[in-house]
């Protein structure tokens, strides 16, 4: 347990160090002064500001819907590992803030394999998926009531096909929310 939160705690400030390689160069973007945005048949546009944080969640962690919640709801893992990618905690978080703020919602975490591999094995893997999903979760303070895991193995794919890139999008979980009744 103490072992979980030190190894999520040193992917973040590991990540948090990187530069992205997808950075703009907002200077040159910048509407000059006394400039117009102009859309189509000059209608009014958006100033680029707008543009770059729209949607975005106060801390920049990624775009939310109209209620807070967070778009992005799949969480990709390597081949024949449950260990989640540093790139995905950021994700991971901002859907356990969400939980913090609406105690009343639950989550169910379905976790997913591609077809290489035993059913029994399968399940297993996927159900090893979802909790480590869930232990980010309880790293973050959510409680473990509103987080239940379901392993499907490779009963459920998204991707038909015997080749890498259906294999990678098989191999995930997926955060599926419920409101309590």
């Known amino acids: 347990m103490r072992y979980s939160f030190f190894l999520v705690l ?7 160090g990187c530069k992205s390689k997808g950075d703009l160069k907002t200077e040159a973007l910048q509407t000059p002064a006394g400039a117009t945005t102009q859309g189509l048949e000059g209608e009014e546009g958006v100033a680029l500001h707008e543009v770059q944080t729209q949607g975005l969640q106060e801390d920049g962690i990624g775009p939310v819907d109209s209620s807070g919640m967070p778009v992005s709801k799949v969480i990709y893992f390597d081949f024949d590992s449950a260990q989640v990618r540093g790139e995905d905690i950021p994700v991971i978080q901002a859907h356990a803030k969400y939980l913090l703020e609406n105690p009343q919602v639950k ?10 591999g035993s059913r029994e094995y399968n399940v297993a893997l996927s159900e090893a998926r979802a909790i480590a999903v869930a232990k980010i ?3 973050q303070g959510v409680p473990s009531t509103q987080v239940s895991v379901v392993p499907y193995g490779e009963e459920k794919p998204v991707a038909l096909g015997h080749n890498e890139e259906a294999w990678s999008k098989n191999r995930r979980v997926e955060i599926v929310y419920q409101r309590s009744q």
């Open 107 to 116: 989550v169910v975490l379905e976790g997913h394999t591609d077809e290489r």
């Open 10 to 16: 040193a992917i973040f400030i590991g990540l948090s």
């Open 137 to 139: 979760f309880e790293l």
